[in-house]
């Protein structure tokens, strides 16, 4: 299927093309491109342009530029700026599309609820989705240029890191449902408050298209000031998800590696199989179910498709190495998500064993905030906790000394002080934000 024609790019971007061309999909990283892609030259740490050669030498279809480049071995697409083109072609992909639109924020839990959304509406007809986490600025412009035009569906996730990047990324995305799938201290660095926050998560409202639905989490302390917000948005619909609301989580219990949830979805009994533990896990599933039955979609059949979801790397996945059990969770972290992920280790067999690095971003309050571990990890009946970073210290400190493994300064050096400390039979859970480079602890362990 081509996505984008010659004469439909140029249209898009006022653009000028070299040669014709019929590309299938999009890239922006030589690196993944695939045959056939149209390569997009943006500015970022390192010019685009000086890969457009790379680009061709991989067999892209064309490659859109802001630059004359004479020795090019491709169609050019020749715009003012290469930025401002992707975003054209995200509006004309937008224009041309008769998908329902389902569009997911929050401060936890974007990723999964994206993924979720990607197997329920594939479950139902042609589904797009936002790859990996392309949720910024050209994330979003990227994800949605590539949106076929035959897709039934279109799940796209949006983030941000200040006030007014919502606003703009919805404002390309005009979705039918917008999902807040919750709000919780990160990015505090930026934004100073939990309310903040949700004001900067709320501007997903703004974009919706007339007639759509804002879907929020019932259980937040934050939900009332989103309803509020979506009211001044002039949103018509307003709904609730979470232990109580529109759409109700009912019961959880185990199944094999995952659990067998029954919920309510606007009124309608919707019980499934997930594949992956955990309430936090369990409450995506609702507000996806919720979603796809805003976009009009047969919910009882997007539910049975969740039992092939699993949980994602970094994000909960779980692999066996040398006897113990491991439960990444090395890709994000604030004290939502480090509660949430405490209590899925608190249903471990064996020795629990916490491995924990910084969650950066918390601003003024970051210290108090690691220190206030120290509760949910003994909630969570944590035996031992191995700590990295200097935020973390403040945790550690606050630790009584039998629950204390070991501290190092980065994950580096924490990496030998856990592994030799392990035991046959032991749960590790590993978690912290990405630049505290948890994911070195993943490695060691692989190694044993």
């Not at 974009?207 to 259980?219: K, S, T």
């Not at 996806?288 to 994602?312: E, I, K, M, P, Q």
Request: hydrophobic residues 45%; glycine residues 10%.
């Amino acid at each position: 299927m081509t996505l984008w024609s010659t004469a439909e790019a140029e249209a898009a971007t006022l653009g000028r093309a070299s040669a014709g061309f019929a590309v299938g999909s999009m890239s922006i990283d030589t690196r993944t491109l695939k045959e056939g892609d149209l390569f997009v030259a943006l500015k970022g740490a390192r010019d685009g342009h000086d890969f457009v050669d790379a680009a061709f030498a991989a067999k892209a279809g064309a490659a859109l530029v802001s630059r004359p480049m004479p020795n090019a071995k491709g169609p050019l697409l020749t715009v003012a700026d290469t930025r401002r083109g992707l975003e054209d072609l995200a509006r004309a992909a937008r224009a041309r599309s008769n998908a329902k639109i389902i569009a997911v924020t929050g401060s936890a839990g974007k990723t999964t609820t994206k993924e979720m959304l990607r197997l329920c509406c594939n479950a139902l007809g042609a589904t797009h989705a936002s790859a990996a986490s392309h949720n910024n600025h050209w994330g979003v412009p990227l994800s949605l240029a590539s949106l076929p035009r035959e897709a039934g569906y279109g799940i796209f996730e949006v983030g941000m890191n200040h006030a007014g990047e919502i606003r703009n990324l919805v404002s390309f995305v005009r979705p039918h449902v917008a999902l807040v799938t919750t709000i919780a201290p990160a990015h505090l660095e930026f934004f100073g408050s939990c309310e903040a926050i949700a004001d900067a998560k709320s501007e997903i409202f703004e974009g919706l298209v007339p007639g759509g639905a804002a879907l929020i989490p019932a259980d937040s302390p934050y939900a009332e000031r989103l309803a509020a917000r979506a009211q001044q948005a002039q949103v018509g619909q307003i709904l609730r998800f979470g232990r109580n609301g529109d759409a109700k989580l009912l019961s959880i219990a185990p199944n094999g590696d995952g659990m067998r949830i029954k919920s309510d979805i606007l009124g309608r009994a919707a019980d499934c199989v997930v594949g992956a533990p955990g309430e936090h896990i369990a409450m995506n599933a609702v507000a996806a179910l919720a979603a796809v039955a805003l976009a009009d979609g047969d919910v009882l059949n997007a539910a049975a498709a969740l039992r092939n979801f699993t949980a994602l790397k970094g994000r909960g996945a779980r692999f066996e190495s040398h006897g113990v059990e491991i439960i990444d969770e090395s890709y994000n972290a604030n004290p939502a998500s480090m509660v949430a992920a405490l209590k899925l280790l608190s249903q471990a067999r064996g020795r629990k064993l916490a491995v924990l690095g910084d969650m950066l971003e918390m601003g003024e309050g970051g210290p108090a905030l690691h220190a206030a571990l120290a509760e949910p990890i003994a909630a969570a009946n944590t035996d031992l906790v191995f700590a990295s970073g200097p935020q973390m210290k403040e945790l550690w400190d606050a630790l009584p000394k039998a629950r204390r493994g070991a501290y190092a300064a980065d994950s580096t050096a924490l990496a030998p002080q856990l592994t030799a400390a392990l035991q046959p039979g032991d749960t590790i859970l590993v978690k912290g934000s990405l630049g505290s480079r948890m994911s070195v602890i993943i490695e060691a362990l692989k190694r044993g």
